[in-house]
């Protein structure tokens, strides 16, 4: 009888399950601390993860993938100089991976609304970087079910400048892709005063939050001509598009960044996973002859072009540079302005269906959207 309980015990020890080759892969999970590295009242932290190869603003222009939430009762050490928090973040897929994070001091970062899922003037900014020398960001790579427990977080800079709060010069900015000179829109900046959040408008600015748009012509340090374009400057244009090539040309590196995305609505449909982005330039002129390079300066309002060539993304995740304007959607088009603080703000937005919490604010400017036709 003992004989038989070991080669059952035995047996039991070589015994593997069968493997299902449709079941769904492992899940990861990331945990560890954050630092707040300055001794001031703390607030909820919000933890963010990113797709390492489509890296957030102002690198990219990816959205986070998940996030987790730290109250501001869970960090220890006050008075010390640095705080900390625990934060966990379960149901990982397997890949590379940012881990960032924003102290939401003021209470209106909302990740799932896009008119407050970005950080405010005052909130702290961090991520898990390399060194504390660079504070370059560091991936996090995990596959088969891991288990990563620290990964640390600092929270080490203070934003002071406002998200780019911005209204068309019309309510709806209609372009006409079959006349190339109709590609010009105007941008806005403004102050909100919603329910949902209120930014301050340029009018307001103080030396310790910095409204409107934050300008800054990217420039060659000893001639000062502006750099090309990060985009238009470097691609190829095939023959045939004389129109691209001549964008191309006056297309320079400036801040802020503004993206058109096309929203699938008033026209073809997209598919899941597939989507349209393009860049617009800034009114050449005015880069060259009005604006000082290389230095940080606000400004109320941008002169833009919308370019007809996008990146099509398709539902497979290939992606093509279309230059064809002929094969763009028409359509709505989204319009997100990237500040280089990384603070962001897109049009058209959930404000238009809450009350404005001031006669002189009107919510419907933010439900506005580019049109082309």
Same mark, same amino acid.
Do not use: K
């Given at each position: ?48 993860? /990113? ?6 603003p102002?690198?990219?222009?990816g959205? #986070? ?22 934060f ?35 909130d ?15 991936p ?62 340029p ?9 409107g ?5 990217e ?21 045939? /598009? ?40 800034h009114? #050449? ?28 993304t ?33 049009? #058209? ?5 809450? #009350? ?9 400017s ?8």
């Amino acid at each position: 009888m003992r004989l038989l309980s070991l080669c059952m015990l035995a047996t039991a020890c070589d015994y593997q399950a069968p493997l299902d080759p449709n079941a769904p892969p492992a899940l990861n999970s990331l945990s560890g601390s954050v630092l707040l590295a300055a001794d001031v009242p703390t607030a909820d932290v919000l933890v963010l993860l /990113y797709d390492a190869a489509d890296p957030p603003p102002p690198a990219g222009t990816g959205s #986070p993938l998940s996030f987790a939430t730290i109250p501001a009762s869970e960090f220890t050490g006050e008075g010390a100089g640095v705080q900390s928090a625990p934060f966990h973040l379960t149901r990982v897929p397997d890949g590379s991976f940012l881990v960032v994070a924003v102290m939401d001091v003021d209470d209106d970062f909302l990740p799932l609304l896009t008119s407050n899922a970005g950080a405010t003037c005052g909130d702290w900014a961090g991520a898990h970087v390399a060194d504390l020398i660079s504070q370059e960001i560091a991936p996090v790579t995990v596959s088969g079910g891991t288990r990563i427990d620290q990964v640390t977080v600092l929270l080490g800079r203070q934003y002071t400048t406002e998200r780019p709060a911005f209204s068309f010069g019309d309510n709806t900015a209609l372009l006409d892709f079959q006349a190339f000179t109709d590609l010009d829109f105007d941008l806005l900046s403004t102050g909100i005063e919603s329910d949902l959040i209120q930014i301050a408008s340029p009018a307001e600015a103080t030396e310790a939050c910095l409204t409107g748009f934050l300008t800054l012509v990217e420039a060659d340090a000893e001639t000062g001509e502006p750099l090309p374009h990060w985009v238009y400057g470097s691609v190829e244009v095939p023959s045939g /598009y004389p129109e691209a090539a001549i964008l191309q040309q006056v297309a320079y590196a400036v801040w802020p960044r503004v993206f058109a995305s096309y929203t699938g609505v008033g026209g073809p449909p997209l598919l899941p996973g597939e989507s349209w982005t393009s860049e617009a330039v800034h009114d #050449p002129d005015t880069v060259t002859e009005a604006w000082p390079p290389n230095t940080y300066f606000p400004n109320s309002s941008l002169n833009m072009t919308f370019v007809p060539a996008a990146l099509h993304t398709l539902p497979d995740g290939s992606q093509e540079f279309v230059f064809d304007r002929e094969a763009l959607p028409r359509g709505e088009w989204a319009v997100t302005v990237i500040s280089p603080s990384g603070q962001t703000w897109t049009l #058209p937005n959930e404000i238009a269906a809450y #009350p404005s919490t001031s006669p002189d604010f009107d919510p419907l400017s933010q439900g506005a959207r580019l049109y082309v036709q």
